[in-house]
């Protein structure tokens, strides 16, 4: 019996921001390598909604913010970008929510996102601002809906809210891909595993804290997710000792004070004043290095753009594997890395702001060099 031919079948398990670039992808890339007269069904499978997935999902704090700049945050393709297949452009996260203040065009579909603070947000957002993660998802959903309107009708997606647990099959055959909600494994020709972080088994070390505060009647939080963590076993005023200096320490103390009802105040300096609500525990905070990280820096380079690379390009490189011996990340390309974020640096330096360099220029770059 003759008929339509059955379908190629793609499952994808996880659906964050990797897998909405996948379907980006293959929406770019059908006209060439996908004719049409087979159809392709796509099974996306995640608890959490698809393009924003479980990082990025909307149902987390105001408070947990991006560690990147708006301007810098793109799911898109241009002349820049090394992939094959069509590059097809299209607006990062600031250009996207530029248009809900009319200082950018509109990106179709367009919706404003229902969240009346996140749109607030997004109409004040500076391309240098780190966005919540609210405002990410937002972008993130809009992607993945603009993603599926470019797909040919031949390719369809079905999002299935629910856990991968299992995926068996021959090495060259159909994969089984079992769910948690179901006792029936979708059947696939291929599947990719697009999971991000996954969670893992608690090392030993935490194992024994945790016993310890159970022991004691006290709280231990192992490493996870911050927009996961359960912190109310915190109570006001209990002395908690944070190791780590990091981004999840920048989430826990945003959670654990302003989350608290703390509020900040602007002395008349123009500095912050921060104003206690009485709810938060109190915060001793370490680290291996014992300071905190350096905040990310605002600043705009203000020279001309360096010509780079100059250290660390393909030929230096190529000259390192030349040398046909196992590469050490310290020894062998450290060194260049450095050598070349301080190129960047000095070269600011001289073409930004000269009163504080003593040199000229070409006589830096040689002794430099
Ligand atoms: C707290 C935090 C903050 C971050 N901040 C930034 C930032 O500011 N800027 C930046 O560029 N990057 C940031 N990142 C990095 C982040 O990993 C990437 O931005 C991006 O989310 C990676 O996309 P992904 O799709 O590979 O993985 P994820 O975003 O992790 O998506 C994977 C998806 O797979 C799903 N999944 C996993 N296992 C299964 C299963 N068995 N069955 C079904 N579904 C499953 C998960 O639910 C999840 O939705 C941050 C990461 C974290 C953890």
Known sequence: MSGAPAPAVLAVVGAGPRATGLLERIAANAPELWDGARPLHIHLIDPHPPGPGRIWRHEQSGLLRMNSMAEDVTMFTDESSTVEGPARPGPSLAEWAAQFSGRGPRHAPYAEPADPEVLAELRALDPADFPTRGAQSAYLDWVFRRVLTELPASVTVEWHRTT?????????????????????????????????????????????????????????????????????????????????????????????????????????????????????????????????????????????????????????????????????????????MAKEIGYGHYHELFHAHPARTTLPWEDFTAAYD
Not at 176 to 181: C, E, F, G, K, M
Not at 215 to 238: K, N, T, W
Not at 244 to 270: H, I, K, W, Y
Not at 305 to 326: I, K, N, Q, S, Y
């Open 164 to 336: 991968a647990t299992a995926v068996t099959g021959p090495p060259d055959g159909p994969q089984q891909v079992r769910l948690a909600d179901r006792a029936t494994a979708l059947t696939a020709d291929l599947v990719v595993l697009a999971q991000g972080h996954i969670g893992a088994e608690p090392a030993a070390e935490h194992r024994v804290f945790a016993d310890f505060a159970r022991r004691h009647g006290r709280f231990h939080l192992p490493p996870v997710f911050s927009a996961d963590a359960d912190l109310s076993g915190l109570r006001p005023g209990e002395h908690v000792l944070l190791r780590g200096f990091g981004l999840a320490f920048v989430d826990l103390t945003a959670l654990l004070t302003e989350g608290r009802g703390g509020r900040f105040r602007t002395r008349p300096d123009g500095t912050l004043r921060y104003v206690p609500s009485g709810s938060e525990p109190v915060l001793h905070v370490g680290s291996r290095r014992g300071v905190p990280y350096h905040s990310k820096t605002r600043y705009r380079l203000q020279g001309p753009r360096p010509a780079l690379p100059r250290h660390f390009g393909p030929a230096a490189v190529d000259a390192l594997l030349a040398e046909g011996r196992p590469l050490d990340l310290r020894r062998d390309v450290w060194p260049l």
